[in-house]
């Protein structure tokens, strides 16, 4: 069993989900408490995909949170890093295009899609802003970037209580019912790691979105961050 340093060295990270991928969507709602399904709500409000619209859903796994997109009729293009991800989702979905492909290097040519998105996948990317950059890049005038991640909670008692939830409580939940506890060991390290709202809005600022925004879900244990890539 593969669990990744904080460096996130692609082959350790992609490895790692790799051996999570059979039992990732149920280990994500056990350890959420069905809070994930409320998240991937408000993305699909966030990002409001159309009908013939393009969108771009990086970090897809099994391709979980890109059935909203494909529901509202349009064209979505789950992408992720880690085969084993891919391979599940090719079996549970066969109709959804997956595409193997590396953030900081995506497979695809300039002002392409509508929309990008991403969810709980940033934080594991080795070089967050080459991968802003990237999202960018394949983003047509006037698209945008919806990202969904962990953040920090913007009361301090419930932060310190979170905190606490993330490094005691999680490993020995992860431990009954996932294929690979370790990997939700880094998991929560990274979560604790990971820049706060303005820091990451700042971020895609410099990356080159424009009108960047965020709002907080649950208290701020996640942050929905919006940007729009100018014509």
């Not at 020995?172 to 996932?178: F, L, Y």
């Not at 998991?187 to 960047?212: C, N, Y």
Request: charged residues 25%.
């Amino acid at each position: 069993m593969t669990r990744a340093s904080l460096d996130k060295q692609p082959h350790e990270v992609a490895s790692m989900f790799d051996d999570v991928a059979e039992r990732y969507d149920l280990t994500n709602d056990v350890l959420s408490l069905g809070q994930d399904r409320r998240w991937r709500k408000e993305v699909a409000k966030a990002v409001d995909a159309r009908p013939a619209q393009k969108v771009l859903d990086l970090a897809a796994g099994t391709g979980t949170s890109s059935l909203p997109f494909a529901q509202t009729g349009a064209y979505v293009v789950p992408c992720d890093f880690s085969q084993g991800m891919l391979q599940v989702g090719k079996q549970r979905r066969p109709w959804l295009p997956y595409t193997a492909g590396d953030a900081t290097r995506l497979p695809f040519k300039d002002d392409t899609f509508d929309a990008v998105t991403i969810s709980f996948g940033l934080r594991n990317v080795q070089d967050t802003d080459a991968a802003l950059r990237e999202m960018q890049r394949v983003t047509r005038p006037g698209g945008r970037i919806v990202i969904c991640e962990f953040s920090h909670p913007t009361w301090a008692p419930f932060r310190t209580v979170y905190t606490e939830y993330l490094m005691r409580a999680l490993p020995p939940v992860a431990r009954a019912v996932s294929s690979n506890p370790d990997a939700y060991v880094y998991l929560a390290e990274s979560i604790r790691a990971w820049p706060d709202q303005p820091a990451l809005a700042e971020r895609l600022g410099k990356a080159g979105w424009s009108r960047v925004a965020w709002r907080n879900l649950s208290g701020g244990i996640v942050a929905l961050h919006r940007g729009f890539k100018e014509s």
